[in-house]
């Protein structure tokens, strides 16, 4: 393919990812915005709630691998396709548990609708197969910053959805489940229609694909960068999670109304989206590890500055909850771009299932860890607590610290060219 083509094509599958994942995170996240209000609703009191929160991680934990493997088999646009349509029908099964009034139905839907989650994470690899080594975390950047229209239009979607339900005399929850349902369906199509040719097709001739794509997950693993950027991807999704989930409570506990609570939650979903061409840019000019080291000093720094706000600190708690979610960012951005380089396709693809999967899963038990931890100590305890584990992925880039270190050192050699 002749380069003026290839990089007009570039451009064209770049914007569907970051429109698809724009689509597709706006109808996952209407759908967990009410998730355990419906559980409630269907459950008949609170003990259930969480229920679907951990059906909707472990679909997708689940689907990220098994999507990977679709996608090593039949190419990412099939891989991706596939995620998203599970993820609607998953919308449609919740939509009609919550008309018959069947928790059971709703919980089997909720793991279908992590599928669209896990094509949604998977997206910004599909993204960085079309470009070399040095181009990789600008274009994940890009793709994960379509995640900020989601975050942002998703959860008030949700009261027109109900408002909707009810001129048709359905209920209002069952409403709701429309969001996904229509926007998830369209990246869907989207994904179907507009990624051709596969992205892996437009990869530059140096970063096709090379011998050795047979080594197993375990083999790969155990190469030091590979097992640098999985534990700090997991860490770092860890202790985002941890502080992030028992904010909301810790505030509303010292007299916060909302509407600061609101705030300090919006500040933390920018943090975490919206900054993300800047994180992939900073990748591409400094090189990946040093700015997952740097995404890890956020993390901490914000962590221990959440531990140390004083009950009425809502401002303090607005910055260290900012920093916390840009913290996350560079640490995803880089640390995903780290788990393309220096391997084959195939290898790649099959990996990038499985750490998607272990990231998922850590949330999850961070998520109920979190309330053990306040319950049991505080809310100081647990900010200290999530700054303390930034040791490990610290250790990790210490064990592999020669490994890393070549390849910083090759990112910042070589002049950034702009995505096209």
């Known amino acids: 393919m002749p380069t003026d083509v290839a990089q007009r094509t570039r ?6 990812l970051m429109i698809g ?8 996240i209407a759908a967990i915005t009410v998730a355990t209000i419906v559980a409630k609703d269907l459950s008949g009191g609170s003990a259930f709630a969480g229920l679907p929160g951990a059906a909707i991680v472990l679909g997708s934990a ?72 040095t181009k990789r975390a600008t274009a994940i950047g890009l793709v994960v910053w379509g995640s900020t229209f989601g975050a942002v239009v998703g959860p008030n979607l949700v009261t027109i959805a109900g408002d909707a339900a009810e001129i048709f005399s359905l209920p209002r929850l069952a409403g709701t489940y429309g969001v996904p349902i229509i926007f998830v369906t369209a990246a869907a199509l989207l994904t179907l229609v507009s990624l051709r040719p596969d992205p892996a097709s437009l990869a530059p001739a140096t970063a096709a694909e090379t011998p050795g794509g047979g080594a197993s997950v375990a083999q ?11 534990i700090a991807l997991v860490i770092g999704q860890v202790v ?52 997952i080291a740097a995404g890890l000093a956020v993390l901490a720094f914000s962590s221990a500055l959440a531990a140390v706000a004083p009950p009425d600190g809502g401002v303090i708690l607005f910055v260290a909850l900012f920093l916390l979610g840009w913290g996350w960012n560079l640490g995803f ?58 040791g490990l992925p610290v250790w990790a880039m210490l064990r592999g610290r020669t490994a890393l270190r070549r390849v910083s050192s090759a990112a910042v050699s070589v002049p950034e060219v702009p995505l096209d």
């Open 11 to 16: 451009g064209r599958l770049q914007l569907a």
């Open 21 to 28: 994942v724009g689509l597709g995170s706006t109808g996952y």
């Open 62 to 133: 689940t689907a990220s691998q098994l999507l990977s493997r679709v996608m090593v088999r039949h190419g990412r646009r099939a891989g991706l396709t596939l995620g998203y349509g599970l993820g609607a029908a998953g919308a449609v099964g919740a939509g009609v548990a919550v008309i018959l009034g069947s928790f059971p139905l709703f919980l089997l839907s909720t793991v279908f609708m992590g599928c669209a989650n896990a094509s949604n994470q998977l997206s910004r690899y599909t993204a960085a197969d079309m470009y070399d080594e």
């Open 220 to 230: 790969i693993v155990a190469r030091p960068r590979v097992f640098a950027a999985i």
């Open 240 to 291: 985002m999670v941890l502080v992030m989930t028992m904010t909301p409570l810790h505030m509303a506990d010292h007299g916060h109304g909302l509407d600061a609570v609101g705030l300090v939650i919006s500040g933390h979903t920018f943090g975490m989206f919206a900054l993300s061409p800047l994180s992939g840019r900073l990748a591409s000019r400094f090189g990946t590890p040093l700015v």
């Open 333 to 390: 951005v880089a640390g995903s771009a780290l788990l393309t380089e220096g391997l084959s396709v195939s290898e790649r693809t099959r990996l990038q299932g499985v750490t998607d999967a272990l990231i998922w899963s850590s949330a999850a038990a961070a998520a109920l860890g979190s309330g053990v931890v306040v319950a049991a100590a505080s809310y100081t305890a647990l900010g200290l607590l999530g700054a303390a584990l930034i």
